[in-house]
Each structure stands twice: as structure tokens, then as C-alpha cells.
């Protein structure tokens, strides 16, 4: 037996005003509706709940005994659902992110830091690696991705839409093996490799502003963890294909040189994606907000031509 929310309503404010037509106007329910609403009730609770004549309404000695019980009901899930309003509005509980390997140990980790010190009652629970997060059976609230979704059901929420790749080298790479000029020179240098999805990404494409040009890559190192990628750049390895979030702070810094910058790499946008929107809690508002200011400063200043 499943008794409705609003047929519970409809007994206790008939049983309140003692008239069932009152208690429909207050509901803006029609008479028929409200008698059918209560016809319902007292079939499945088996029992006779008001005594209705042409001019009055009374309680039956089960309904007042069920009355109280009715109201009782009626406040629980009252406060069940102010409670659960509140929560919403509160950034507390628990926050389970999935993010990339490189953004997050080098950029997510500190931004997180300033942002639990801003909200001290929300838990954050961090899963960092480049796999696709499987955002219905993993137990993640939202991903943090490159790249747009394969799955066309997720929720795609723009970080960073304008983010592209950057070809990159160390300074030390360079001096011993010279600065390639042009694309095709980079099949006589060693690419550094990463899995993009469940493949090496080894087919790098670029523009040069009048078309697209494609080349087969290729070098003695590929992992996948985008983060160790990076560091053999820095570490003067050989040549990486990396998102300019990534490799922002060590271009900046010297330990990396953009090459061929009049050339527009592939895309690849930052996104916030989760299942449902229903998963947009205030938590998660707060987190895209924060994350959309954090990577728009990072990003801008000494950007390669075509980004930002």
C-alpha cells in the first residue's frame, strides 16, 4: 500500500476546515478530484475516515485515530524536504572530482587548498588519472576532462572552451638536437607520448591558418599519465604535444619553449562533466565558478598566437 503525499494533505486540511470543498479550493484541486483523492485514502487503508452529510463534515473515530498519525507523516517530509533545500544552498558534504593527472598534482591540488579554506565544512574527495571516468558507476559527482565527451548524455559544463595543445621543449632538448621549424621535421625527433582515451595519441594535427596538417608521431618514451609526459619535457627528453593549461607555468618559467607558435594545435577544451544536472549542487556551482576563474588567469599572459 503506497498512500500519496497529496492525498494525506487533502485528509488533514479537510479534517482541519471540516469540509472537503474548503480544503479543495485551499488545494485549487475540483470537487471531483478532491473526492476521488479521498475515496483512494480510505480504500487503502481500508477504513472510513470522515462521515460527510449535505451541510457538514466529521472525523470518524478511525479518523481521528489516523489523524494524528497523518500529521505526523505530513511534518516528517516536510522537514525532510527543508532540510534537503538547505542543503542544497550550504556548500557542505562530500565532493567526489575526477581529474586529469598533470592539472591536477600541478594546478587543481593548490586551488582546492584556497577553496576548502573558503567553504571549511565541505569534504573533497580527489581521484586523479587520464582514463574517461565512468561517471555512472564510479562513485564521482563531476569530471574535470579534455576534450569533449564521447557520451552525448553527459552534462558538458565549458571550464576553459578556447584551450588548445602546444608543441614544447626543453631549452637542453633543443641545444643538442635543434629547434624543428616546420611539422614534417618532427618525424627526425623524439616524441613524448601520452594515451589519449584507450590509444597513444601518436597523430598530432595542427593549422597553419589555410589548412590542416596531419603527422604520424613517434619516440622511445609514452605513458599514461599526462603528467609524466610533461615532466620528460622538462626534463629535456624530447618533444611534447601537451594542453597550454599544462605547460603554461614551465613555458613562463623557462624550463619549456613553445614551438612553430604561429601554428594552431588541436583543441582541447576543459570541461565539467557529470551525469545528471540534477548533480549541480551548490557545491559544484561554486567549484565551476572557481575553476573557470583560476584557468582563465593561469591560461592568459605569454600564450602562444590563437589563445587568449
Given at each position: 500500500?503506497?498512500?500519496?503525499?497529496d492525498?494525506?494533505q487533502?485528509?488533514?486540511?479537510?479534517?482541519?476546515?471540516?469540509?472537503?470543498?474548503?480544503?479543495?479550493r485551499?488545494?485549487?484541486?475540483?470537487?471531483?478530484?478532491?473526492?476521488?483523492?479521498l475515496?483512494?485514502?480510505?480504500?487503502?487503508?481500508?477504513?472510513?475516515?470522515?462521515a460527510?452529510?449535505?451541510?457538514s463534515?466529521r472525523?470518524?473515530?478511525?479518523?481521528?485515530g489516523?489523524?494524528?498519525?497523518?500529521?505526523?507523516?505530513?511534518?516528517?517530509?516536510?522537514?525532510?524536504r527543508?532540510l534537503?533545500?538547505?542543503?542544497?544552498d550550504r556548500?557542505?558534504?562530500?565532493?567526489?572530482?575526477?581529474a586529469?593527472?598533470?592539472?591536477?598534482?600541478n594546478?587543481l591540488?593548490?586551488?582546492?587548498?584556497?577553496?576548502?579554506?573558503?567553504h571549511?565544512?565541505?569534504?573533497?574527495?580527489l581521484?586523479l588519472?587520464?582514463?574517461?571516468a565512468?561517471?555512472?558507476?564510479?562513485p564521482?559527482?563531476v569530471a574535470?576532462?579534455?576534450?569533449?565527451?564521447d557520451?552525448s548524455?553527459?552534462v558538458?559544463?565549458?571550464v576553459?572552451?578556447d584551450n588548445?595543445?602546444?608543441?614544447c621543449?626543453?631549452?637542453?632538448?633543443?641545444?643538442?638536437?635543434?629547434?624543428?621549424q616546420?611539422v614534417?621535421?618532427?618525424?627526425?625527433h623524439?616524441?613524448?607520448?601520452?594515451?589519449?582515451?584507450?590509444?597513444?595519441?601518436?597523430?598530432?594535427?595542427f593549422?597553419?591558418?589555410?589548412?590542416?596538417?596531419?603527422?604520424?608521431?613517434s619516440?622511445?618514451?609514452?605513458?599514461?599519465?599526462?603528467?609524466?609526459?610533461?615532466r620528460?619535457a622538462?626534463?629535456?627528453?624530447?618533444v611534447?604535444y601537451?594542453?597550454?593549461?599544462?605547460?603554461?607555468?614551465?613555458?613562463?618559467?623557462?624550463?619549456?619553449?613553445?614551438?612553430?607558435a604561429?601554428?594552431q594545435?588541436?583543441?582541447?577544451p576543459?570541461?565539467?562533466?557529470?551525469?545528471?544536472?540534477?548533480q549541480?549542487?551548490?557545491?559544484?556551482?561554486?567549484?565551476?565558478?572557481?575553476?573557470?576563474?583560476?584557468?582563465?588567469?593561469?591560461?592568459v599572459?605569454?600564450s602562444?598566437?590563437?589563445l587568449f
Amino acid at each position: 500500500m503506497m498512500l500519496r503525499f497529496d492525498d494525506l494533505q487533502l485528509f488533514v486540511r479537510a479534517a482541519d476546515l471540516g469540509s472537503l470543498s474548503a480544503a479543495a479550493r485551499v488545494m485549487d484541486l475540483s470537487a471531483a478530484v478532491a473526492s476521488a483523492a479521498l475515496k483512494r485514502i480510505e480504500q487503502q487503508l481500508g477504513a472510513r475516515l470522515l462521515a460527510r452529510s449535505t451541510r457538514s463534515l466529521r472525523l470518524t473515530a478511525e479518523g481521528e485515530g489516523f489523524l494524528e498519525y497523518a500529521r505526523a507523516a505530513l511534518g516528517s517530509l516536510e522537514e525532510g524536504r527543508r532540510l534537503l533545500a538547505s542543503s542544497q544552498d550550504r556548500c557542505e558534504g562530500v565532493l567526489q572530482l575526477s581529474a586529469p593527472s598533470d592539472l591536477g598534482r600541478n594546478l587543481l591540488l593548490p586551488w582546492l587548498d584556497a577553496f576548502q579554506e573558503q567553504h571549511p565544512h565541505l569534504t573533497v574527495r580527489l581521484l586523479l588519472g587520464d582514463r574517461i571516468a565512468d561517471l555512472f558507476r564510479q562513485p564521482v559527482d563531476v569530471a574535470l576532462r579534455y576534450g569533449e565527451p564521447d557520451d552525448s548524455s553527459l552534462v558538458a559544463l565549458p571550464v576553459l572552451p578556447d584551450n588548445r595543445r602546444v608543441l614544447c621543449a626543453a631549452p637542453s632538448y633543443l641545444q643538442r638536437h635543434g629547434e624543428p621549424q616546420q611539422v614534417e621535421q618532427l618525424a627526425q625527433h623524439n616524441c613524448l607520448l601520452f594515451m589519449l582515451g584507450d590509444r597513444v595519441h601518436d597523430r598530432w594535427t595542427f593549422h597553419d591558418g589555410k589548412r590542416e596538417i596531419s603527422l604520424t608521431v613517434s619516440g622511445n618514451r609514452f605513458s599514461d599519465d599526462a603528467d609524466v609526459v610533461r615532466r620528460w619535457a622538462v626534463a629535456g627528453e624530447g618533444v611534447a604535444y601537451k594542453s597550454w593549461l599544462d605547460v603554461a607555468a614551465d613555458v613562463r618559467a623557462g624550463r619549456l619553449k613553445v614551438l612553430m607558435a604561429d601554428l594552431q594545435g588541436e583543441r582541447a577544451p576543459l570541461n565539467v562533466l557529470c551525469a545528471h544536472r540534477a548533480q549541480l549542487s551548490k557545491p559544484v556551482n561554486l567549484l565551476l565558478d572557481m575553476l573557470r576563474s583560476r584557468c582563465k588567469q593561469h591560461a592568459v599572459g605569454q600564450s602562444p598566437v590563437g589563445l587568449f
